[in-house]
């Protein structure tokens, strides 16, 4: 819940901004010289790029959930199993056994968008979050139906 929060102010806080920008813009290409509106112009283009940016973001996390809350009525979902720091982290060595795991389990089902999202888990937990997402966008797109997608 703590998670769904903070993202909820931080893209509030970000459209706040993307709509001042756009102010901003708008009103530089009011002023009306070439290069008012050449800049109004840019300026009103980071926003658009914000807000597309934001939407696709918001369009995977919410299609990852939905992943989740299916794994896990299949009783699907990847148990705990890591070690912890006494500080309360992920032990690293734990995590590398459990990747090892799950890269197996995906080896062996490639076709299987439940075993992509728990090696995306397992990515995760690694701490390796640019393989966690592109191990979630599989999932996803396997599960659409997208096997094109996901190749």
Same mark, same amino acid.
């Given at each position: 819940m703590r998670a769904k929060i903070t993202y909820l102010v931080t893209a509030a806080v970000l459209v706040f901004y993307f709509v001042l920008v756009g102010s901003r813009g708008v009103l530089l290409i009011k002023t009306g010289t070439l290069l008012t509106v050449t800049f109004g112009v840019a300026v009103l283009i980071l926003p658009v790029i914000g807000l597309w940016f934001l939407w696709k973001n918001t369009q995977f996390v919410r299609r990852a959930n939905q992943l989740a809350a299916e +794994? @896990?009525?299949?009783?699907? +979902?990847?148990?705990?199993? +890591?070690?912890? $720091?006494p500080s309360g982290r992920v032990d690293r060595e734990s995590a590398d056994e459990v990747f090892a795991l799950r890269k197996? /389990? $995906? /080896?062996?089902?490639?076709? @299987?968008?439940r075993s992509w999202f728990r090696l995306a888990v397992a990515y995760h937990d690694a701490r390796d979050t640019p393989r966690a997402r592109k191990a979630m966008q599989r999932a996803i797109a396997l599960h659409d139906g997208k096997q094109a997608e996901a190749a």
């Open positions: +794994l @896990d009525a299949e009783g699907g +979902l990847p148990v705990d199993e +890591l070690k912890r $720091t197996a /389990e $995906t /080896e062996d089902a490639p076709g @299987d968008w």
